[in-house]
Nanobody, 116 residues
Framework: QVHLLESGGGLVQAGGSLRLSCAAS????????MGWYRQAPGKERELVAR???????YYADSVKGRFTISRDNAKNMLYLQMNSLKPEDTAKYYC??????????WGQGTQVTVSS
């Protein structure tokens, strides 16, 4: 079992920045990928960014060039640096972990609200 706890959400003006953090604990050896999803009201949950232990990284087209995912393996932490935020980035952001593209574990989420 892997436990994930997000922090760092909040309210920010358009053009601003936020950094999300995710602390992982438990059976870390059972996962090789961690990522961030988001879900806006009335929309499906979507993958924002994912980083594998191999180093390969995926970004959704909508966040490329603005968001950066990083991982501190020594601290079992995952981060999402979000720059140039737009109102359409408003959503609840979830930390996720699993094997390759399979997600096995979810955090409870942290709200990000971008005002125009």
């Amino acid at each position: 079992q892997v436990h994930l706890l997000e922090s760092g959400g909040g309210l920010v003006q358009a053009g601003g920045s936020l950094r999300l953090s995710c602390a992982a604990s438990g059976s870390i050896g059972s996962i090789n990928a961690m990522g961030w999803y988001r879900q806006a009201p009335g929309k499906e949950r979507e993958l924002v960014a994912r980083k594998r232990s191999s180093g390969s990284t995926y970004y959704a087209d909508s966040v490329k060039g603005r968001f950066t995912i990083s991982r501190d393996n020594a601290k079992n932490m995952l981060y999402l640096q979000m720059n140039s935020l737009k109102p359409e980035d408003t959503a609840k952001y979830y930390c996720a972990a699993g094997w390759d593209t399979r997600t096995d574990y979810w955090g409870q989420g942290t709200q990000v609200t971008v005002s125009s």
